[in-house]
């Protein structure tokens, strides 16, 4: 053999050599794990179960995550609300900063309605935080909240009603004694039954139901369908104390015409509000502004 040549077959017999290493390795392996059956099969169960749990956990996070982003959603991906006391999660202590700020009012909201021109929808919101009785015969509702509402309330908050109408201007005008309740409320009073045109009580007051608001389902546990709505007017008749109130006695909910005017509504109606508020360049805004998207994010 040449010199030449015995580099060449050095070179070709090293995949060889790999080759049987492997092998050798896989004989090993199989050897120990036919010696050490037990040990051999606990590794295997250790390892599936490891890689089953983190599979597991991946798909739990996941589908929470779709879950509280499709909730979040169901308010609308582009609301823009303006409200007295900063959003939060859970129950955060308001501060003395906030506490002294003054109450939005319906010339706020009716301010916006008149100058936002990228608005779509401006709809004042009056929500009353105490239990009511909500009853018709023998049925009664689980602690419904009660809000007092305008036409724009639908648009706005991305409700719509499945069966009926929704509030009218000429029931406003009139503090007409009608509602449209949600599915919850439905249930509870009339089982099994067409809700519209029926009659309930509230705090022992009469109400016409003229809708039925689409189910929206729940978010943290919490349902999104046990509420009422009234004609502002009406509401303001009924609980002088949330209008008269030092609480968050009216929130303001928008949206805008287009998607991609969000931001420059936000900056529209903000730079509005603080006018009619009279706050100089210097001074923060003395209301919060809360959007479903903001929201998500620090969620």
């Given at each position: 053999m040449t010199p030449a040549a015995r580099p060449a077959m050095g070179v070709a017999s090293a995949p060889r050599r790999l080759r049987l290493a492997g092998l050798e390795n896989v004989r090993f392996a199989l050897g120990a794990m036919r010696a050490q059956k037990l040990r051999s099969f606990l590794t295997i169960?250790?390892?599936?179960?490891?890689?089953?749990t983190v599979i597991m956990m991946v798909s739990f996070v996941a589908g929470f995550n779709n879950a509280i982003t499709d909730a979040f959603s169901s308010f609308g991906t582009h609301l823009v609300q303006f409200q007295k006391f900063e959003p939060r999660f859970g129950d955060g202590e308001t501060s003395e900063e906030e506490r002294k700020r003054r109450n939005l009012t319906l010339e706020d909201a009716l301010a916006l309605k008149r100058l936002a021109?990228?608005?779509?929808?401006?709809?004042?919101?009056r929500y009353l935080f105490r239990t009511v009785e909500v009853r018709a015969g023998k049925g009664?509702?689980?602690?419904?909240?009660?809000?007092?509402?305008?036409?724009?309330?639908?648009?706005?908050?991305?409700?719509?009603?499945?069966?009926?109408?929704?509030?009218?201007?000429?029931?406003?005008?009139?503090a007409a004694r009608v509602a449209v309740i949600?599915?919850?409320?439905?249930?509870?009073?009339?089982?099994?039954?067409d809700p519209i045109d029926q009659t309930m009580t509230v705090d022992g007051q009469s109400f016409r139901i003229v809708?039925?608001?689409?189910?929206?389902?729940?978010?943290?546990?919490?349902?999104?369908?046990?509420?009422?709505?009234?004609?502002?007017?009406?509401?303001?008749?009924?609980?002088?104390?949330?209008?008269?109130?030092?609480?968050?006695?009216?929130?303001?909910?928008?949206?805008?015409?287009?998607?991609?005017?969000?931001?420059?509504?936000i900056a529209q109606e903000t730079a509005i509000l603080r006018t009619r508020r009279k706050l100089h360049a210097n001074q923060g805004n003395d209301f919060a502004i809360f959007t479903s998207e903001g929201q998500l994010e620090n969620f």
């Open positions: 169960l250790g390892v599936v179960a490891g890689v089953a021109t990228l608005a779509a929808a401006v709809s004042p919101e009664v509702a689980n602690g419904p909240v009660l809000v007092g509402v305008t036409p724009d309330y639908s648009p706005a908050n991305n409700q719509y009603v499945q069966d009926g109408r929704f509030l009218t201007d000429n029931d406003l005008r009139h949600s599915t919850d409320v439905a249930d509870a009073l009339f089982p099994n039954r809708g039925l608001f689409v189910k929206k389902g729940s978010l943290l546990g919490g349902s999104l369908d046990n509420f009422v709505v009234l004609p502002f007017t009406t509401f303001d008749g009924l609980f002088p104390e949330v209008k008269n109130g030092h609480g968050d006695s009216l929130h303001i909910a928008t949206v805008p015409r287009r998607p991609e005017d969000f931001d420059a509504l």
